[in-house]
């Protein structure tokens, strides 16, 4: 976080890198030096919405790090909701794995080899399907107690500590309600260097594999019962946090939007949109859902004075504005 706020300190000192708006609004964006637009954090990875396990996956978002010589690194909020099960991450790095964990793989050594596997132990194991061309060769597993790396053996069946641990990912979790945590590994670890990309879904379940309707990629059903099977129809892809449909389907960046004196001003688009703002930390600090008429100014009241990210958005276009409101 202090990097965060050295780089907060060098935007505005670097004032010939930024436009002013005549009434005194500093619009961040692609003129600012790149050696500092490239450490401003990305637009934030939102989870699919759900909250059947009480919101702490679903309803959250996390931001990415991890260019240059950094390491991978995850900073994650729950949206202040209670953090009691397990977040399982499956990562797909191009190495051979597994398009789905089925009966083949049942790992009941631990309570996190028991989510990873989804084990039949407590007789909750079902079968978790990922999209096409997906294939799952590690995941990552945390809760307050614990969080590691795990890899995902491509062949043969997956018995009991035949999971393999690679390392611990650090995580800050200790505490359920504690709303935001961390946790980081290196890219030497997944078998790629920082400039790979890797592919991951999402799922949270309790440490008796009973599924929620709460993660990360398209396909997870609302109020699923943790018995049934799930079937993944899409995946989120970093860096970069920029989601892959199955279907093929295309997000366009065709949408202008601006904000100025307390509103938000959103064209291209004449639809239903998502609206959140977050702050230079990472905490969302609004969210709400806005039907966009065209050049119709939408009301949103900011904090003066400080760096926030307004994400905007519809069913296929997503734009993100860096604003220091005055």
Not at 84 to 112: F, K, S
Request: net charge negative.
């Amino acid at each position: 976080m202090e990097t965060i706020l050295k780089i907060y300190q060098q935007l505005l000192s670097q004032r010939n890198n930024i436009i002013l708006g005549n009434k005194g609004l500093i619009i961040l964006a692609l003129f600012i030096s790149s050696n500092i637009h490239s450490q401003i954090p990305p637009p934030p990875c939102e989870a699919n919405g759900n909250s059947g396990f009480g919101g702490a996956v679903g309803e959250g978002h996390f931001f990415f790090g991890g260019d240059g010589s950094n390491p991978i690194l995850f900073g994650m909020s729950t949206s202040s909701n209670e953090m009691n099960d397990i977040l399982v991450l499956y990562i797909d790095t191009g190495a051979p794995g597994h398009n789905e964990i089925g009966l083949t793989i049942d790992d009941n050594a631990d309570n996190y080899r028991i989510a990873i596997s989804n084990s039949n132990e407590y007789g909750n194991g079902n079968i978790i399907s990922f999209p096409p061309g997906f294939e799952a060769s590690y995941a990552v597993a945390i809760d307050v107690n614990f969080g590691g790396l795990w890899s995902i053996p491509n062949t043969g069946t997956v018995g009991a500590g035949e999971l393999n641990f690679i390392t611990s990912v650090n995580s800050t979790l200790i505490s359920s309600t504690q709303g935001f945590y961390q946790f980081d590994f290196n890219w030497e670890d997944l078998g790629l260097t920082v400039a790979d990309e890797f592919h991951f879904v999402g799922l949270y379940v309790s440490n008796t594999a009973c599924n929620s309707d709460e993660g990360y990629g398209d396909g997870l059903i609302i109020d699923a019962e943790c018995k049934d099977d799930i079937t993944f129809t899409g995946y989120i892809t970093l860096p970069g946090c920029s989601e892959t449909l199955s279907d093929s389907g295309f997000l366009s960046n065709n949408l202008n939007a601006y904000y100025f004196k307390d509103q938000l001003v959103v064209q291209g688009i004449n639809a239903l949109a998502t609206i959140s703002v977050f702050d230079i930390n990472g905490r969302r600090i609004y969210k709400n859902r806005h039907q966009i008429h065209e050049s119709v100014p939408i009301q949103l009241e900011l904090n003066k004075d400080e760096l926030q990210f307004i994400v905007i958005e519809s069913s296929n276009k997503k734009k993100v504005l860096k604003v220091i409101p005055k």
